[in-house]
């Protein structure tokens, strides 16, 4: 690849792409029990994140979505981190993708005076785990939460950032 993936704000016309790159690392590289029915945000992306201090970016490459990332506003200069998937071959260190769209987020959190980033994944998720407390993020307890954070089914493993 000769060029880094870039961070877009996303619209519309990014959704077909957004929903597929999503559903298969979900469905078919880690087999986690979720459907696109359990995901009704992802085809109301607009109203769902793009509103108060939340937003949601796509990472493209040729054209292509090769990654996502949400932040969805909970209140109470709160957000909660949701829908961060790279494509396979758009991971690691060589291409920095997850890294360029989370310090996108962060610079978006801090232009709208978030103080509290949350975030929920799974247990297979291991090297999002590692990425997440290389960048900031500290393991807390899912008692820990905001009472508003929307917990997923799937989601065991819980982090917080905080926004200086």
Known sequence: MSSAPVVKEYFDAYQAQVVDLILHIQQQEY????????????????????????????????????????????????????????????????????YRLLQHAIAWAKEKSVKEIYLGTTAQFLAAHRFYEK???????????????PVVHVDTVFYKYVVD
């Open 31 to 98: 087999d986690i029990p979720i459907t696109k029915e359990d995901q009704p945000d992802l085809f109301n992306i607009e109203r769902f994140y793009q509103t108060g201090s939340g937003n949601f970016w796509v990472a493209i490459h040729d054209d292509k979505v090769v990654g996502t990332i949400s932040l969805l506003d909970i209140g109470h200069h709160k957000v909660a981190l949701r829908k961060m998937f790279v494509a396979k071959e758009y991971r690691g260190p060589e291409l920095k993708t997850a």
């Open 135 to 149: 960048n900031g993020f500290a393991s807390i307890e899912r008692s820990e939460l905001p009472d508003r954070f």
